[in-house]
């Protein structure tokens, strides 16, 4: 197998700000449609019903869709413009979150992007949202 095709099946830490420090780790592995982002919950990003607070999700998948959206741009920074989120299932503590994301659309100054978090094959949040490229008129 080669080196690149090892590399997809491999996750690696990804650092993404002081706030996914605090509470991530956050984690990606290459595909050959781009990167899949993951997260490993735990009891303290749970609610007071005993699943992952919904805010952690929406977080998690904001910050998955800004990489991505950084990786399109050619490692262009871009801001959170706009999140539409649904909350489809819950999620409990211990179970690894993974999203997938697509880029729809790239204007001169925005770029329209869309992703899914699930578990295993069970989805647990749509979004779809649009970021501000910056420096951008």
Known sequence: MGEEAQDREVWHPLRMGDVTEFIGPYVRRKTEKGYVYGFQTDDR???????????????FIDQALGST????????RGAT???????????????FIECDAEVI??????????GVL?????????????????GAN
Request: proline residues 3%; aromatic residues 6%.
């Open 69 to 76: 959206v950084y990786e399109a741009l050619g490692k262009r």
């Open 81 to 95: 413009a706009q999140l539409n989120s649904m909350f489809i299932g819950p999620v409990k503590p211990g179970e």
């Open 105 to 114: 659309r790239i204007t001169r100054s925005l770029v329209f992007i869309r």
């Open 45 to 59: 990003h749970a609610n007071i019903n005993g699943v992952i607070h919904g805010g952690m999700l929406v977080t």
């Open 118 to 134: 699930r578990v295993g094959d069970r989805k647990v949040l749509a979004a779809d949202g649009v970021w501000k490229i910056l």
